[in-house]
């Protein structure tokens, strides 16, 4: 059943029903699709006009009862491509005015996968460098993989730099990370590791825990602090301890 991920496309709980039936059975009556589906009848002809509007299903005329047959599933993708088209045209004008609008100094929790991709999403909107203190390879999560991709090559036509203080624990359990993020990165010595991490870029300060090699819980809790002044003293902070740590031979 994939009834959640037709939701989250736009269609209603009764629309993801009667889609994936018809799907399932090729073509149906509503009869049959109010028995299969446990829908009643006067709310599957609601749903199902909804549906042929939006292209999805179409109507089989001449075959005695009135049979629903549902369009090719690409359709879906389509409809995906349109909204996508509607958001780019209006995007200039929101980023425009998210950007006229003075940010003050600020204080506000991001929670879970989602949450962990706005943090890196606020990375890229302040198009200065980033710098990380105890970094752990949480990005690569596999469950992120597809948004690291984006952001890695947004991040790169941006300009971004990554200054790196990695876990010890990196060194040897997660040799990819460095790699694919570059230089400037150094090892923290094995006594400082933590659970924790801290990332610093433009006038923001980021911390949390829930990260190890690799991977975030699903619970994660993002701390972020946004303030000019704190964000510097932190970047000088770093700066403090990468001078201070053995260089990579």
């Not at 909804?50 to 179409?58: A, D, M, N, S, T």
């Amino acid at each position: 059943m994939h009834i959640d991920i037709l939701e989250e496309l736009g269609l209603s709980q009764n629309e993801a029903k009667i889609y994936e039936s018809l799907i399932e059975i090729g073509e149906s009556t509503i009869s049959e699709l109010s028995n299969r589906s446990k829908i009643h009848r006067r709310n599957i002809y609601d749903s199902m006009s909804r549906l042929i509007e939006k292209g999805l299903v179409f109507q089989v005329i001449g075959r005695g009862d009135n049979l629903y047959k549902p369009v090719d599933p690409h359709k879906l993708m389509e409809l995906v491509d349109e909204k996508r088209t509607r958001l780019e045209k209006i995007m200039s004008a929101l980023i425009t005015s998210y950007e006229q609008k003075p940010h003050l100094e600020a204080a506000y929790i991001y929670k879970g996968i989602e949450g962990f991709k706005n943090y890196l999403r606020d990375m890229l909107s302040t198009n200065e460098d980033a710098y990380f203190i105890g970094a752990k390879g949480a990005w690569f999560d596999p469950r992120l993989k597809t948004f690291i991709e984006g952001f890695l090559t947004e991040a790169k036509k941006r300009g971004i730099k990554y200054h790196t203080l990695f876990d010890y624990e990196v060194r040897e359990g997660a040799v990819e990370v460095p790699l694919a993020v570059k230089k400037p990165f150094k090892y923290l010595p094995k006594k400082y590791s933590t659970p924790s991490m801290v990332d610093i870029f433009g006038d923001h300060v980021v911390s949390f825990t829930g990260a190890g090699l690799m991977k975030i819980s699903d619970d994660i809790t993002i701390f972020v602090n946004i303030s000019r002044p704190l964000a510097t003293s932190y970047k000088t902070w770093f700066q403090f301890m990468f001078d201070m740590c053995p260089e990579i031979e």
